[in-house]
């Protein structure tokens, strides 16, 4: 993992009307890392990441993508770099369209983007159906034809074919069930590890953002309160709202569990 910069937001604010949604914001991410940005709905994590992608508003600051800043512009008029940010998002139902075979959804954005001819994209979609470990005969099938975590592997794979440097991943696992959710995460980290693609993965569930992240960045209000080193922020959170997350979070011995939901309580009613 480098310690250079593939995309940092500077002071980035967006304002729906009267409302603040993101109030001077600050975030790095590195190549080849994970960065979790953790908080509850309505806290701005998919404002931002929307923001990143250019399919979200900047009312003001900067978001530098390798050195560009490309803050409130949309993937249209990004020019070179409009094919290095991908995204994964949530639903892995509604996000494929299905009247398009699995084939014909890899090869769209290729042809899109101009990278390929029709032939050649083909051709690369054994490739990538293998990245995401489906197999080959699925480029002939129907999205409805899948069940959940193959779909949000077709997603993944779609959001690959264009070579990114980054992907934001808006909830990825959220629509999953516990089994397929591990799946998919421990998918995320093999991609990673083979490509070098960087994350941002954005979720409400601190305990799924542990498992895949490098750092993590967790926002309440539309503001980061609390940003660093994974193993760091989980172990010793340095704010109460990260420590609610934290207790918040479901585990499986039920001593424990108790144990959590009494200092949540504790924690809730000293605030």
């Known amino acids: 993992m480098s310690d250079d910069v593939i995309v940092q937001c500077i002071d980035v604010n967006t304002r729906f009307g009267a409302h603040h949604v993101l109030k001077n914001v600050n975030l790095t991410v590195r190549p080849g890392e994970t960065v979790g940005l953790v908080g509850e709905s309505g806290s701005g994590k998919t404002t931002l990441g929307r923001a990143i992608l250019g399919i979200g508003p900047v009312s003001s600051g900067r978001i530098l993508f390798e050195g560009q800043d490309i803050a409130g ?8 770099n409009a094919a290095a940010i991908q995204a994964v998002f949530q639903d892995p139902y509604t996000s494929l369209n299905p009247s398009m075979t699995i084939e014909d959804i890899l090869v769209e954005p290729i042809v899109a983007r101009r990278q390929a001819s029709v032939d050649e ?6 490739t990538l159906l293998d ?35 980054l992907i934001v991943c808006d909830e990825p696992v959220s629509a999953l069930d516990l089994s397929t959710q591990q799946r998919v995460l421990d998918l995320f980290v093999e991609i990673q590890d083979r490509t070098g693609v960087a994350y941002l993965f954005v979720s409400h569930d601190l305990s799924v953002v542990r498992h895949i992240s490098h750092r993590v960045a967790v926002m309440r209000g539309g503001e980061i309160v609390e940003f660093g080193d ?24 039920p001593v424990r569990q108790a144990d959590r939901r009494a200092a949540l309580r504790a924690l809730n009613s000293g605030a």
């Open 121 to 126: 994209a083909r051709a690369r979609v054994r």
């Open 131 to 165: 990245q995401v470990a489906l197999p080959s005969d699925a480029a002939y099938r129907y999205p409805r034809e899948f069940s959940g975590g193959q779909r949000q592997r077709v997603a993944i794979a779609r959001a690959l074919a264009l070579s990114p440097h």
């Open 73 to 80: 512009v949309a993937p249209r008029d990004r020019k070179g």
């Open 230 to 253: 994974c193993d760091q922020v989980t172990a010793n959170p340095q704010h109460d709202y990260t420590r609610r997350l934290l207790l918040a979070a479901p585990v499986a011995d």
